[in-house]
């Protein structure tokens, strides 16, 4: 079969690789329809190092099940499913607590043994608590949506959680990249009143209003700041949404936090202490946040995907095939395309 794999920063290749098989019996394979490109995957295209045996990309899809190992029982061949970015065994004390990406059985998709998803299939391990069937999975309007909800959707959605968004609050968003904008229409779903984004790209401004955005804000650093209390009372917001993860957007994030307010971040941190000890203790200022536990989500916003109430898949402003995989690496790291969709 055919997939994504880097073999250094800048070098993404489509190569011939040995059929996804089942190797345990909690195993699934799923045959890829749709998969994407993830703004996580530009941090080794920046800076991957030189590796021989090269590294399987990819860890979003949506997909149709084409085999199952003989302990699998709740997925079934031909089911179409999403595929979170994480895998998990959906009964540890984690999962149960729907912490699925601290499965004491889990991991990722593109680490260790376990491939890729920019692929024309992948393994899945411990398909019964990964995988999650979706009905109208096979309709073309809805796939990209569907695929959002294997990260992206549910990243922004689980930074709006742990910043605690609420009815009547002031939110903002920093990072107008596919999960921040993902994260304007959880702010909005869960009731927030003022949603700020802070980001700079026209294209993304212009589906943040689309999305629900009430204000932007395009200048950086101190300045950033200055105009967020600006437009909030002189006060900050209730609830930061830091989808960079970078230490200049942490920074921002609590300079713009108000007392009590709360940062969910949901970038990948590249760096090593959280800045502003200070300003956070004194503002009593909670940050969390993490990889997102978007298998507990898909519950919560396959309903509003299946009914239109929101549209993520808008996130994907261009559609390749896999022989577009290393160009539309370099679209996305250039700012050219928001998030690119691989299509099978
Ligand atoms: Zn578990």
């Known amino acids: 079969m055919r997939a994504t794999v880097m073999y250094k920063a800048g070098d993404v290749r489509i190569e011939n690789v040995p059929d996804a098989t089942i190797v345990n019996p909690t195993d699934a394979i799923v045959r890829v329809t749709r998969a994407c490109i993830c703004g996580s995957d530009l941090w ?16 979003e899809a949506i997909g149709v099940v084409e085999a199952v190992g003989r302990e699998v029982r709740r997925v079934k061949v031909g089911d179409p499913v999403v595929m979170p970015f994480a895998y998990s065994d959906g009964v540890c004390e984690f999962c149960h607590a729907g912490l699925q990406t601290a499965c004491v059985h889990g991991g990722f998709f593109g680490i260790g043994k376990v491939g890729g998803a920019q692929a024309e299939a992948v393994r899945v391990p411990l398909a019964d608590g990964t995988l999650y069937p979706v009905p109208h999975g096979n309709d073309e309007e809805l796939m990209p949506s569907l695929l959002t909800l294997s990260d992206v959707m549910g990243t922004g959605h689980h930074a709006a959680v742990v910043a605690r968004v609420d009815r009547g609050k002031k939110a903002a968003i920093i990072g107008d990249g596919a999960v921040g904008l993902c994260g304007i229409i959880a702010a909005k779903r869960l009731g927030a009143e003022q949603i700020i984004l802070l980001g ?66 949901v970038g990948v941190p590249h760096y090593d202490a959280i800045p502003q000890a200070q300003p956070m203790f004194f503002g009593n200022i909670v940050v969390g946040g993490g990889p997102a536990p978007v298998r507990a989500y898909i519950e919560e916003l396959l309903p509003d995907v299946l009914e239109g109430h929101i549209e993520p898949g808008r996130v994907f402003d261009r559609v390749i095939g896999l022989d577009g995989v290393p160009d539309g690496y370099r679209a996305m790291n250039e700012r050219e395309a928001i998030k690119v969709m691989i299509k099978f």
Do not use: N, W
């Not at 212009?206 to 950033?224: C, H, K, N, P, W």
């Open 44 to 59: 080794p295209y920046k800076d991957l190092p030189p590796t021989e045996s090269g590294r399987p990309m990819g860890h």
């Open 200 to 265: 700079r790209h026209p294209d993304r401004i212009a589906l943040a209003r689309e999305f629900g955005a009430t204000d932007i804000v395009s200048v950086r650093g101190e300045e950033a700041v200055e105009r967020v209390r600006e437009l909030t009372g002189g006060f900050g917001v209730h609830s930061v949404l830091e989808c960079v993860g970078t230490g200049e957007a942490m920074q921002t994030a609590i300079g713009i936090a108000r007392p009590g307010s709360a940062i969910g971040r």
